[in-house]
């Protein structure tokens, strides 16, 4: 097993941590990363020798390290109202790791974001039975989803932008799923400093797709401890209640006068432990948002994060009509993460957005049925300031 700079940084603790931790993993080509063609380096090899790459870009203020395996983000640096960067996105510093035990950290997901009932669903008259990897569901995409594989990454700077085109072909029956999907996703770091992402499938077979990303942001810095003092709120005047296996139920239930409440801005933790049941299946909140605007041809806005200690602000804006928001209910101190400290529960938190969960099940919620001649698409994009 190669270890990389990253595994003897990881493993000294980091505790120096911070600014030496950041130059040290930027690595000589990128001290002062400014906007240029992405570059490569190796970062790990899997068990049969695939070699795994770290790629670095940056672009108006944010940096991004994104690696070949499961498009992992591996790190994104923002500044805060001072201008000084931290890495925002929970992570680890090794390839064994992320292989390990990684509770998709940064990761893309596919073919089929949050769960799928029973693992099951019925498409033109045909049963599908999936990989199932959550009690009798089946979650992100089933035991090996797009976060496990790897990807072709090429590198692209055009006009302002720079950025990364992944893609993967996944086989017809991968996961138990119908049809071969060829996915693209772009990755674009913007001349503002967005990180934009576009994703993109065809399929040769009636199938289903929901596509998304699984960052856990931490806007104090990833090593920065709880979030329940970041202000969230989410344009959604509904969500989508589950059942105690975290599928909906089907209803699209009201969040005035619940914790469910984001509409105007507001603490994560104000109602982390407000005794709802929803809150209880959840061990937090882990809920799909009905988003106001619906299905969008361009990206509209769904959420707006803040960490008011650093006066960092992230914005997501996306063309899908959900988004998942998930308060790292289940991180439990196991995981240590990029810069050397542990992980515990509520140190991070996912804003997925996504078509909802249990979708081929559910005829009255959006389709998500992709057919041969269609194109999936999707774009959400992350605007950062402070
Ligand atoms: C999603 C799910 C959660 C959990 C996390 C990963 O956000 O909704 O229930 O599985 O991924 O731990």
């Not at 720079?162 to 993967?168: A, I, K, Q």
């Not at 996961?175 to 060829?182: D, E, I, S, V, W």
Request: charged letters at 20%; proline letters at 5%; glycine letters at 14%.
């Amino acid at each position: 097993m190669e270890l990389s700079r990253r595994t003897v940084i990881a493993g000294a603790g980091a505790a120096a941590a911070g600014a030496a931790a950041t130059t040290a993993l930027g690595g000589t080509a990128h001290a002062s990363p400014g906007r240029g063609k992405p570059a490569r380096t190796l970062f790990g090899r899997l068990a049969d020798g695939t070699k795994v790459h770290s790629w670095s870009l940056a672009n108006g203020g944010t940096r991004l390290k994104v690696l070949s395996y499961g498009g992992i983000v591996q790190s994104l640096e923002v500044p805060d109202r001072r201008g000084r960067h931290a890495n925002v996105s929970l992570g680890f510093g090794t390839l064994e790791e992320y292989v390990a035990s990684s509770p998709y950290f940064g990761a893309l997901i596919g073919r089929y974001g949050n769960r799928i009932g029973a693992g099951r669903f019925t498409l033109d008259g045909t049963v599908h039975q999936l990989s199932v990897n959550d009690g009798a569901n089946s979650l992100h995409g089933g035991e090996r989803g797009f976060d496990k594989r790897v990807w072709d990454v090429e590198p692209f700077a055009e006009g302002s932008d720079v950025g990364l085109r992944l893609s993967y072909v996944s086989a017809d029956g991968e996961m138990g799923y119908p049809g071969t999907l060829r996915t693209r996703v772009t990755y674009t770091l913007t001349r503002h400093g967005d990180w934009r992402v576009d994703y993109a499938a065809t399929t040769d077979r009636a199938t289903v797709v929901n596509l998304t990303s699984h960052v856990y942001w931490n806007l104090a810095g990833e090593s920065g401890g709880s979030v329940a003092d970041h202000e969230l709120s989410i344009a959604a005047t509904r969500y989508t209640p589950v059942d105690s296996g975290l599928i909906p139920t089907g209803e699209l239930a009201r969040v005035g006068g619940t914790p469910f409440d984001f509409r105007g801005a507001k603490p994560v933790g104000r109602d982390l432990r407000a005794a709802h049941p929803q809150i209880l299946y959840g061990q937090g909140f882990d809920h799909n948002w009905v988003l106001d605007k619906g299905v969008t041809a361009r990206p509209q806005h769904a959420a707006t994060l803040r960490d008011p200690a650093s006066g960092r602000t992230l914005r997501i804006a996306t063309t899908e009509p959900g988004l998942q928001f998930y308060s790292g209910n289940f991180l439990d101190g196991t995981l240590v993460g990029t810069g050397g400290r542990v992980y515990r529960q509520g140190d991070g938190l996912c804003l997925e957005t996504q078509h909802f969960p249990d979708s081929p099940n559910r005829p009255s919620f959006p389709s998500t049925v992709l057919r041969p001649g269609g194109t999936y698409r999707s774009t959400t994009v992350h605007s950062f300031d402070a």
